[in-house]
């Protein structure tokens, strides 16, 4: 409890400025009532006139002001709507001789807090009034503030503060409707940023959002003040510009402001890279509102997105006809899962020096009923951006189990199921591969989960990894050396194999860097304690070079296509059916276009024991084709 002694000197320190406005005829009296002490200590500034008060508030904020409606320049409700219009930060009482409630009324709409009669003033009714008026004046300021936050918050994004896609629409309308009568055209931009995704997962979403912001700094930058720009969720902008003149000025436009954002950034310490893919639409021509513009603004940047990103393009009509295929992909995938249209194949896995089959790759097949084969190429991103893939995954790792663990002669070959990361997002991923292998009946290290290198670099993937990895399921990382290839990266990977990509793989038989590049992975990867495997070996020279360097496990056309489930059985179960490689010339032979029989052939375990490794040469004229003859 605080004594009196405190309390008085609390209300010593309290202090309240008071600006008074009148004549000289109630200066004193004013004076002396207000610096009666009554637990504030008011410290007056006294004017004539409310221009000398509105000079003051100028210099110096006051906590209230006193007005006299009588001051000599005129009637004073005049002079309170001046002083009120130019103070609205601060709470008014007026005093008057007149007393009735028409001229109170008047004092109240014209922004006074409370008015107060000379003749009846006392110190204490004044003391308390003025109180009075500044707490209501607080409560109003407080609630204004929070009526305005909660408009901002409303037609505004809280993390980049710029406009959302409500205010942006209703601002477009407006403009679209000028333009008209104008007959004026203004160009909508649609920016979709290239490589966020990684940002988030490689140094997290603390960065990402320093990132957004810094965007949205330089779309500001970019964009004039009477044009429009938004963002719209996620990684997504929008910009609109007015008066356009020809179709190439937003196109330059747009890549002026996509070079700006291809700029590095440089947050927290880290420096990050991305991009943008840009898509235009211009009115009236590309749309007669503003969801019909902004859609084929959002079309042309999906044909960017899908044809190679990090640029700017103007819509057309025959983009329509993609978005029209893209939706009947869409709805047929879906259709596709549920009706048993996609089928798997399995890409065998060899090792060299032990001369078989130690697993398959999982490859996913959509035989369309109109459209026939149609690739993954064309259907696995439409899965992603449709939000299906997390279903399509699950059905291809349960229907790769199910079917490895029919294998009658490969009962220890591991079986391989690319993993997108959508799947990885879910929830309960492990659970679910677990759920899946129990059900299944498989043994748990026959399933080899596949990501891709950028994948695995996001901190959730390497928590799920490393989750699988303790329950006993293997990892492989797909591609290695086309993605963020790092020492640091290599650390933090707790994985079982990488497979090299095809790149690394056709120019080490032919270049000598990478032929060094490749001899690095091998030993990296060997002192890490993980398998390696090449993907893509084509060619005997290929392979030659592979097993030189010590890397027995590939995958490639080489070897087999991928084939259906049951071929796999007939493969394992009979070692010279599959495994013969076309004994043409080495540096000329490429996969045969169609299944054919090929009249000279050597088995893979007559190749293997020749031994191509240790820098041995083989001359195939004097060691393969004697082995035909056999």
Known sequence: MATDEESDLAREDTRSLILVVEDDLTANRLDEMLRRPDGTRWEITRVLRVEEALLKLQEKLCDAMLIDLSVHEGYGLDSLLRASAA????????????????????????????????????????????????????????????????????????????????????????????????????????????????????????????????????????????????????????????????????MQVADQIRRELEKPYHIEGNECWISASVGIAIFPQHGANPDQLIQSADTAMYEVKSSGKNRVSLFNSEMNDKVVE?????????????????????????????????????????????????????FIEVAEEAGVMVQLGEWVLRTACEDASRWRNLRDARVAVNISGRQLDAPNFSERVMRILEETGLPVSRLEIELTESL????????????????????????????????????????????????????????????????????IARGLGMDILAEGVETLDEMRALLERGCTQMQGYLFAKPVERMRIDQY?????????????????????????????????????????????????????YPALKE
């Open 87 to 250: 103070t609205r930060a601060v709470p008014v009482v007026v005093l008057t001789y007149q007393r009735d409630v028409a001229t109170a009324l008047k004092a109240a709409r014209a922004g006074a807090q409370d008015y107060l009669t000379k003749g009846e003033v006392t110190p204490d009714l004044l003391s308390r009034t003025l109180h009075h008026a500044m707490e209501r004046h607080r409560i109003l300021q407080d609630l204004t503030d929070a009526q305005q936050r909660q408009r901002f918050l409303a037609t505004h994004d809280s993390l980049t503060e710029l406009p959302n896609r409500y205010w942006f629409m209703e601002q477009l309308r407006m403009q679209m409707s000028a333009a008209d009568r104008q007959g004026r055209q203004l160009a909508v931009m649609f920016f979709d940023l290239d490589g966020f995704k990684a940002v988030n997962d490689n140094f997290g979403h603390a960065v990402g959002d320093e990132l957004l912001i810094d965007v949205a700094r330089r779309l500001r930058k970019c964009i004039r003040k009477c044009d429009l720009v938004a963002r719209i969720g996620g990684d997504e902008f929008l910009a609109a510009i007015q008066d356009v003149k020809s179709e190439e000025a937003p």
């Open 326 to 378: 893209r939706f009947d992909l869409v709805n047929g995938l879906r259709e596709a899962i549920r009706s048993g249209q996609l089928t798997l194949m399995y890409q065998p896995q060899v090792d060299a020096a032990l001369e078989e089959i130690v697993g398959v790759e999982t490859l996913v097949r959509w035989h369309h009923p109109s459209r026939g084969l149609v690739s993954p190429g064309e």
């Open 456 to 523: 695995a670099a996001s901190d959730s993937a390497l928590r799920v990894v490393a989750d699988l990895r303790s329950r006993g399921v293997r990892v492989a990382i797909d591609d290695f050396g086309t993605g963020y290839s790092s020492m640091t990266l290599l650390k933090r990977l707790n994985v079982d194999v990488l497979k090299v990509d095809q790149s690394f793989v056709r120019g080490a038989a032919q270049t000598d860097p990478d032929r060094v590049i490749l001899e690095a992975m091998i030993h």
């Open 572 to 624: 394992a179960a009979d070692p010279e059916a599959g495994w013969r490689i076309p004994l043409v010339d080495p540096d000329s032979w490429r996969p045969p276009a169609r299944e054919e029989p090929v009249k000279r052939e050597a088995t893979f375990r007559q190749i293997g024991r020749l031994g191509f490794r240790s820098g041995a040469t083989v001359d195939p004229d004097e060691h393969l």
